[in-house]
C-alpha cells in the first residue's frame, strides 16, 4: 500500500507535468489518474506483489483443510522467509517471478480502475456538496465500492496467475502452464470459461473492506499532514 500510494502521487506529477507544462495548477484529469493508476499498479506488481504472492501460494497449497496434524510438523514451507530460500536454492532466482506479467497486468488494471472510480466519484460527491474534502464515512463507502471494480475486470487475470505461481516444474518435464495465453484457453478447454472467474466473491471480501479501510485512512492522514504542513 505505501508503494502504491506513493508511485500514485509521484506518477501523477510527473504525467500531469507532461500534459500542462506551462501550467501545473490545473486539476488531475481523469487520463492522467487512469496512466498513474495503472503504473503504480505496475510497480508495485515488480517490487513487492510477485514474489510475495508466490511464496504466500506455495504456503497455502501445500495442505489443506482435512491434513493430518502430524504431517503439519513437516511441511516443506514454513514461512515466508523458508520459502523464499527454498524457491531460490531449488528453482532458480526466476521462480520467484513466476506469473510476473498477469501479476502485472491484474495490479496494473486494479489500480488503474480503483484510483480512476474513487477519484470519479470523489469529484462528483464534493461538487455535489460543495465541499473540499470528504467525510471519513464518505471516503470509506467509496474506497469499498472503488475497490470492488478492479476483481470484477480482471479475475481471469488472478486465476492465470494462481495456476502459474502454484506449479513446481520437475527438471526435464514440461509445465501445464506456460503463459497468460496458453493458460486461459488451457483453463477454459478443460473447465469451462466460469472457471476464469473462480474465487471472485472471497476476492470482493477480502478487497472491498480492505480499499475502504485504506481511502479512508490515507484521506484522514495526508489530510492531517497537509494542514500540520508536513507537505
Avoid at 8 to 23: A, C, D, G, L, V
Avoid at 49 to 70: F, G, N, W
Wanted: hydrophobic share 40%.
Amino acid at each position: 500500500m505505501a508503494i502504491r500510494f506513493v508511485s500514485f502521487e509521484q506518477y501523477r506529477e510527473i504525467f500531469h507535468s507532461f500534459s500542462h507544462p506551462k501550467n501545473n495548477t490545473e486539476p488531475f484529469t481523469s487520463t492522467v489518474t487512469f496512466f498513474a493508476g495503472l503504473a503504480s499498479g505496475l510497480t508495485e506488481a515488480i517490487l513487492v506483489v510477485t514474489p510475495a504472492e508466490v511464496c504466500k501460494i506455495r504456503m497455502q497449497s501445500q495442505y489443506h483443510s482435512l491434513l493430518d496434524p502430524q504431517q503439519m510438523k513437516h511441511r516443506k514451507y514454513t514461512n515466508v522467509v523458508q520459502t523464499a530460500t527454498t524457491i531460490v536454492r531449488e528453482e532458480g532466482l526466476g521462480a520467484l517471478y513466476k506469473g510476473v506479467v498477469p501479476t502485472m497486468m491484474r495490479q496494473g488494471c486494479n489500480q488503474a480502475v480503483n484510483f480512476s472510480v474513487y477519484n470519479w466519484f470523489k469529484k462528483m460527491v464534493l461538487e455535489y456538496r460543495g465541499r473540499k474534502e470528504l467525510d471519513s464515512w464518505e471516503s470509506l463507502i467509496l474506497g469499498g465500492v472503488s475497490g470492488g471494480m478492479g476483481p470484477l475486470v480482471n479475475n481471469p487475470l488472478d486465476v492465470v496467475k494462481t495456476r502459474l505461481q502454484k506449479q513446481v516444474v520437475a527438471p526435464g518435464k514440461p509445465a501445464k502452464y506456460t503463459g497468460l495465453g496458453q493458460s486461459c484457453a488451457l483453463i477454459a478447454k478443460e473447465e469451462g470459461y466460469a472457471a476464469l472467474w473462480k474465487g471472485i466473491t472471497p476476492r470482493l471480501l477480502r478487497i472491498m473492506p480492505g480499499q475502504a479501510i485504506t481511502f479512508m485512512t490515507y484521506e484522514a492522514v495526508s489530510s492531517k499532514m497537509t494542514k500540520w504542513g508536513v507537505f
